[in-house]
C-alpha cells in the first residue's frame, strides 16, 4: 500500500511539470505550469535585488521568489493590491500598495507610512529613487519625497506641478496619478501621469510637448543606455533624443524596459491583429503584446520588432541576470527564457 502511494506521489509530481499547449491558440510559445504558490492575480510590477531574488508586486500580496519557490511576504502584514516594489541603495525594500500606503521591509519587520505621516495620497503608483537617495513615490494627485525623515508633496493643479508647503494630503483620490518616475543622467526628474508629462529641473516643473501637444497619460518612462527617453502610453510608443520625437507604434503602450543587451521590450495593443479576441475570455478582450524592438535595428526607419506572446494584458517587465524575461499579466507573473513562457501560477 505505501509503494502504491509512493508511485501515485511520482506521478502527480510528473505531471505537474509538463509543458502544455494552452487553449489560447494565439500563444506564441509553450507553457509550462509550475506548482509554485506565485501571485494568482494581477501583476504589476517586477525588480531582481542586489542577493537575486525576484520581487513581484501583486494584487494578491508581494511575492518573492528565491529561484526555487515564492514566499507571499505580505500576507499577514497587509491585504491591500499592490501596485510597485522598489530596492534601495540601503537594501530597504519598498512597497507601494492601493489604498494602504507604502510598506518599507528592513528583511525582519515592516513600517507603514500613510497621509498620516505626511504622504500626499495613499494609493502608491510608483516609487523610484533618485540619485542623492530620496525616495519619491508617485500617487493619485501628484507625488510625495521622502528624505529619511518627512515628506515633501508636490501636487499637480491641472495643467501643472507644484510644491505644495502647507503639508496637503488627499484621503480620497485626486485626479491625475503619477505612473512612472525616472532621473536621467543631468539629474532632471521626469513624472508620467495620466494628465501631462512633467521634467523636473529642481526648480520648476516643465510640461513636456511635441508640435506645442503635451504628452498626454504616459503609462511608462524610461532612459536608455544611450540618453534617449522612451514614453509608452496612450498615444504609442515614442524615443525622444532630447531634440527631436521617434514614433515605434501609435498603438496603447503601457510599459517599456531595456534589457542588458539594448533590446526595447513593450507592453502594448497587439499590432499583429488588432481585433484578436484570447480564447477563454469575452469578445471584448483585445489581445496585448509582449514585444521585442531588435537593439540593432532601432534607428532603421522600420526597426525590427516581435510580438513574443498575447495576454488580456501585459503589466511590468523584468531582464533577469540570467538574461530571462518576467513579465506581469491579468493571472498573475511569467518568465520567459527566449524559447519557452513558463507560467507561475499560484496553487
Known sequence: ????????????????????SPAQAQQKHAESVIPFAGPNRITRNIIQDKKGN??????????????KSFTNITSKVSSARFFSVLEDRK?????????????????????????????????????????????????????SRYDGISFRNYIINGYGMNEDPTGKTFPDRAPYEVNSIIEDRTGKLWFATRGNTFVYDGKIFNVLSRNGKPFTNVRSVMEDKKGNIWLA??????????????NFTRKFAGYVYEDKK????????????????????SANTAAWALSRYDEKSLSDKKPSVTEITNKPMVFGILDDDKGNIWFGAIGGVYRYDGNTITDFKGM
Do not use: H, Q
Open 1 to 20: 500500500m505505501k509503494n502504491k502511494r509512493n508511485v501515485l506521489s511520482c506521478l502527480i509530481i510528473l505531471l505537474a511539470g509538463v509543458i502544455y
Open 54 to 67: 525576484i520581487w513581484i508586486a501583486a494584487f494578491d500580496g508581494i511575492f518573492r521568489y528565491d529561484g
Open 91 to 143: 537594501g530597504n525594500l519598498w512597497f507601494g500598495s492601493i489604498g494602504s500606503g507604502v510598506y518599507r521591509y528592513d528583511g525582519k519587520s515592516f513600517r507603514n507610512f500613510t497621509i498620516k505621516d505626511g504622504l500626499l495620497n495613499n494609493d502608491v503608483v510608483s516609487i523610484y529613487e533618485d540619485k542623492k537617495g530620496s525616495i519619491w513615490f508617485g500617487v493619485w494627485g501628484g507625488t
Open 233 to 246: 502610453g496612450s498615444d504609442g510608443l515614442w524615443r525622444y533624443d532630447g531634440s527631436s520625437f521617434t
Open 262 to 281: 539594448g533590446n526595447i521590450w513593450t507592453s502594448s495593443e497587439s499590432a499583429d491583429n488588432p481585433n484578436r479576441v484570447l480564447s477563454g475570455f
